[in-house]
């Protein structure tokens, strides 16, 4: 199952670089001085100062968080920034598109849609900071207390202590967090559309534009900042690695009421704009039917291939591994945007375009890499020696009877980070899809452009409702399986 799971994992981690291969392809012999007007220079200026800020502000309450739960305990903390994860990002744009527009005067100082792109901003660092706590949260369990216990005997002051016995622990995870936030980001869509100004663009909202406006003609400009923005990130990834390469294996080697009032306040407030005004009445329909589809299916397929993967890199002993592993892991720094312009050149060759095969392959592209590194990151925590005990199974009975319960909580975040992510993309379904596959996120901007405000809410409602109702019903169906198993063992 592992080897099989591997090469398929292989095959579809292969469209990104192939996507960048073509977007090579695609603009040599371009003139690279067509960047060089005002709408690109304003966009890239724009774009530095959204991400780099949304990131820094992500990274730095993130980890202040899991340093809270992990000093104090906070079970109730840990459990709350889970709610933010339900939301998928074009949901959360819309809510707080509905928070702070003209139409909610007590926030008249910061409205959507201005051009500081303050609301942009909050929007990521409310749907990030849960993202940069479970990167960061699993280096805080596993860390020597020893290091803490001697510099609070040194009488070092609660900055040094930091600094010296926790610091040098979270550079790793911090620095994947950072990469991955700024690859997400810089090349978006879907929020800054929503919540942003037409000018200046970022660069992603203005990189699709100009591909789609006036029957691409303009596609080559697109084709280009996409190549030379994934390069850029794809250096930077490489060069912060390998400088902090050396660092890291010697690393391997050796009012709390008020707080929480705040911190549940913030939390939550987002959730408000769902009651501002009412949805129209709920009809199922070919967008909701599909969004359905593709979640269930790309579900079982994240969770499939995610730990036949994760599986096969844990135990093998081929001198390929290193290899494999970067290869599973770089998609995670790729802009997904800049390459599906590539991988639009590729699969439009294969006439896969405006199909439901093509759709589902570039979801699966998007969602993939999370799940073999979260599965991964599972078996890690869990042991090698306790999963070779499972090796003399036959693969089905070790997958029922001991990695699904051992793995069940993995299984759910699987399910919960791939269903989000199927349900926050607009442009590769709109793309690849050529407009023929309607989904409830594509529905949710047609909605919002035709200011048909109750229709966009009851969208904004199912996509929030989907994540939630799938890992709560996930969750039952584990219990049930559990109480079997222990029945047949006893």
């Known amino acids: 199952m592992s080897r099989s799971s591997l090469w398929i994992s292989l095959l579809v981690l292969a469209l990104p670089f192939t996507g960048v291969a073509f977007l090579i392809y695609e603009t040599v012999g371009f003139d690279w001085s067509e960047l060089n007007d005002a709408a690109w220079r304003a966009s890239l200026a724009v774009t530095l100062y959204v991400t780099l800020v949304a990131t820094a502000i992500s990274l730095v309450i993130g980890t202040w968080l899991a340093r809270s739960v992990y000093r104090r305990r906070s079970t109730w903390l840990a459990s709350l920034l889970r709610w933010p994860m339900f939301v998928p990002h074009v949901a959360a744009a819309y809510l707080f598109y509905v928070l702070f527009s003209g139409g909610f005067p007590f926030y008249g100082v910061v409205e959507a849609n201005e051009r500081h792109h303050l609301v942009v901003i909050l929007t990521y660092v409310w749907k990030e900071v849960p993202f940069v706590f479970l990167m960061v949260i699993g280096t805080y369990a596993q860390l020597n207390r020893g290091y803490v216990d ?21 550079v790793k995870p911090l620095l994947d967090s950072f990469w991955v936030l700024v690859a997400f980001i810089s090349f978006a869509y879907e929020v800054p559309a929503l919540l942003g100004v037409t000018f200046p663009e970022l660069l992603g909202v203005l990189a699709y534009e100009r591909l789609t406006t006036g029957l691409f003609l303009n596609a080559f400009e697109s084709y280009a900042v996409a190549l030379v923005w994934t390069l850029f990130i794809f250096i930077g990834v490489i060069g912060s690695y390998t400088l902090t390469a050396k660092r890291r294996r010697r690393i391997r080697a050796g009012g709390e009421t008020m707080s929480r009032f705040l911190t549940a306040g913030l939390i939550l407030f987002p959730f408000v704009g769902l009651f501002l005004a009412f949805p129209a009445t709920f009809n199922w329909d070919e967008a909701i039917g599909n969004t359905v589809v593709y979640v269930l299916v790309l579900g079982f397929v994240n969770v499939w291939l995610g730990i036949g993967t994760a599986w096969w890199l844990m135990f093998t002993e081929s001198r390929w591994k290193t290899a494999v592993e970067w290869f599973t892991f770089l998609p995670l720094f790729i802009p997904v945007l800049a390459t ?23 979801l699966l592209v998007t969602t993939l890499p999370y799940s073999i590194r979260l599965a991964y990151n599972a078996m890690y925590v869990i042991g090698r020696p306790l999963l070779e005990q499972t090796l003399t199974l036959a693969p089905w009975s070790r997958f029922g009877l001991v990695l699904f ?13 791939s269903t989000v992510i199927v349900l926050s993309q607009f442009v590769l379904v709109q793309l690849m899809g050529a407009g023929l596959i309607p989904t409830v996120t594509t529905r949710l901007y047609q909605a919002y452009a035709g200011n048909d405000f109750a229709l966009a809410l009851q969208n904004t409602w199912v996509l929030i409702l989907v994540p939630v109702l799938l890992y709560l019903g996930i969750g039952g169906l584990f219990g049930i399986w559990i109480r079997l198993v222990k029945g047949r063992l006893q």
């Open 150 to 170: 001697m510099a609070k005997t040194l009488q070092l002051t609660p900055f040094e202590q930091f600094k010296v016995a926790e610091w040098p622990f979270l």
């Open 340 to 362: 599906m312009f590539g991988m639009y050149i590729a699969l439009a060759q294969l006439g896969l375009v405006g199909t439901h095969i093509g759709v589902g392959l570039v």
């Open 405 to 417: 319960p051992l793995l069940k909580e993995t299984i759910r975040t699987i399910v919960l980070f």
